[in-house]
């Protein structure tokens, strides 16, 4: 009766931080963790990830710096530039670009820029943006699990480390995975709802004048010295972040113990790139406060700060259960633990959080480092409920209306192409994993 009434806690703080929505999901984590305590399960700050909530408030400190600079206006024009080459390829260009800057950025707060963008040019091209915007916020997310300094990653490569899977390894296997997995979906998407021209929501809105035409901003913005050079440094210090953590790698051993370990380098790289950009771009470093990135990803730190420790203190207080329950079940269905991440996640709405309550517990029962390499991109799946920031950022977005959520909650444009991007992206990683691990 005790345990239903904790994992009861445990589910319902969960649902009361998806109904209050942004930082409210890490105020409801705490709210859990208070009452599993009185309930009689033993809280430690030792289940609050730091390292991870580290790593996010760095790496937002820099990327707020960047944007500040001008930086995130100048790759949205990159961005913009590729996406007008081929309007009506959006539906494969919209997830290359969102992947490729969430993978540099480590955070999916970039994709936020860019989704009004894939809207016009779809509208552009005639062809029905639910289609680019539901594979680009999937791919957006799919890049967490394969970003050098997303904290979800470098958690993963703590944990995968003394198992004999360096930090190169994963990110070979990870990236491949999750990039070539943007492709097939795609193509599914892209065969997702009526034609724009066909679809009687968006007839019924242009009828009404609730449709505005497609806006060209190519020709109204001019990169600035600044907004160049912030995206430069940004781009150098995530280079010298690989290639650190390449040379204190257990597999080189070129520099052995190192006085300044991998967690701790990202986090001093990322906010000394921050201070670099506001020097040299001659910023107000108080200004980066007010930044839309700054904000969003302080937000996000708590979120996985709440969500972790509740997850977490509940699965420690239950770990020797767990082992004796999923043991031989997980050995005999290895591809069960992307099951169990990919539910998870869609309730914990972080990848950083739901690694730091599950992947430990899955290891300690016995799962192979294959198997957990693999499986690890199922906790992407943070677009089941129609909640998420950039899913609910691409909705509103979409003036055809071909972009909703309908009268059931799932069903929505972004749970198809989810699933099938997952779940490619769990066999290439065991077909790369196979081979490189």
């Not at 960047?66 to 309007?87: I, T």
Request: proline content about 5%.
């Amino acid at each position: 009766m005790l345990v239903a009434l904790q994992i009861f806690i445990v589910i319902a703080a969960i649902v009361l931080g998806a109904r209050i929505g942004s930082i409210g999901i890490g105020f409801a984590g705490g709210l859990g963790v208070l009452l599993l305590g009185l309930c009689g399960v033993p809280v430690s700050k030792d289940g609050i990830p730091f390292d991870v909530v580290g790593i996010i408030m760095s790496v937002i400190a820099a990327i707020s710096a960047m944007q500040l600079a001008g930086g995130l206006d100048y790759l949205v024009h990159v961005a913009e530039r590729v996406l007008r080459k081929n309007p009506k390829h959006v539906t494969y260009l919209a997830p290359v670009v969102t992947y490729l800057m969430t993978l540099l950025a480590g955070t999916g707060h970039t994709a936020f820029s860019t989704l009004p963008v894939i809207a016009e040019v779809a509208k552009e091209g005639h062809v029905r943006p639910s289609r680019p915007l539901s594979v680009a916020v999937v791919a957006s997310q799919m890049a967490i699990t394969a970003s050098p300094i997303s904290a979800a990653v470098v958690f993963m490569a703590s944990l995968m480390e003394p198992r004999g899977v360096g930090y190169i390894q994963l990110l070979a296997v990870l990236i491949p995975a999750t990039f070539l997995s943007i492709f097939p979906t795609a193509f599914l998407a892209n065969r997702l709802g009526r034609e724009l021209d066909e679809d009687p929501v968006y007839l019924e809105r242009l009828k009404k004048g609730l449709v505005a035409p497609p806006k060209n901003h190519m020709g109204k913005y001019a990169p600035t010295r600044e907004s160049r050079l912030s995206v430069l440094i940004f781009l150098v210090s995530i280079v010298l972040v690989m290639v650190y953590a390449t040379l204190i790698s257990d597999q080189l051993g070129i520099i052995s113990n190192p006085t300044l370990p991998r967690n701790e380098a990202i986090m001093s790289l990322m906010l000394g790139s921050a201070a670099i950009i506001i020097v040299v771009c001659r910023l107000k470093g108080s200004e980066v406060l007010n930044t839309q990135v700054f904000r969003s990803g302080m937000s996000a730190a708590v979120c996985v700060m709440g969500v972790a420790w509740l997850g977490t203190s509940l699965i420690n207080h239950y770990i020797e259960q767990i082992k004796g329950f999923s043991g031989e079940l997980l050995a005999g269905c290895p591809w069960l633990l992307a099951v169990v991440l990919f539910l998870a996640a869609s309730l914990l709405y972080s990848q950083a959080g739901t690694t730091k309550a599950l992947m430990p517990a899955a290891l300690a029962v016995g799962v192979s480092p294959l198997t957990a390499v693999a499986s690890f991109t199922a906790v992407s799946s943070l677009f089941v409920l129609p909640t998420y920031p950039t899913l609910l950022a691409a909705v509103e977005m979409d003036d055809t209306g071909s972009t909703r959520i309908g009268k059931y909650v799932f069903d929505h444009p972004f749970l198809i192409p989810g699933v099938v991007c997952i779940a490619i992206s769990v066999v290439l990683g065991f077909l790369f994993g196979t081979v490189i691990l």
